[in-house]
């Protein structure tokens, strides 16, 4: 069983940033996926950002070049941050993680960007 707790949201004026933190309770070994996903009011659920270990990373394009997802294996934390922001990024963001056959996914955090 895995438990994420996401943090970081906020509210932030457009063309700022953000950081936010997944931090994982239990074992994450690799192969495992992190990702972070966003919904925006009254739209479906989209992948921003994805770390697979082995394997890579992959980012929406919406948010290539603006957003880094990092994670720390030590501390069973993923992160994204979120540079150069904008209006449209105003979401709930979640936290999802694939591992051992599970997949897991965290309660979200309120990104609003606005001025």
């Known amino acids: 069983q895995v438990t994420l707790v996401e943090s970081g949201g906020g509210l932030v004026q457009p063309g700022g940033s953000l950081r936010l933190s997944c931090a994982a309770s239990?074992?994450?070994?690799?192969?495992?996926?992190m990702g972070w996903y966003r919904q925006a009011p009254g739209k479906q659920r989209e992948l921003v950002a994805r770390?697979?270990?082995?394997?890579?990373?992959s980012y929406a394009s919406s948010v290539k070049d603006r957003f880094t997802i990092s994670d720390d294996n030590a501390k069973n934390t993923v992160y994204l941050q979120m540079n150069s922001l904008k209006p449209e990024g105003t979401a709930v963001y979640h936290c999802?993680?694939?591992?051992?056959?599970?997949?897991?996914w965290g309660q979200g955090t309120q990104v609003t960007v606005s001025s």
């Open positions: 239990g074992s994450i070994f690799s192969p495992y996926d």
């Open positions: 770390i697979s270990r082995p394997g890579g990373i």
């Open positions: 999802n993680v694939v591992v051992g056959g599970g997949s897991y």
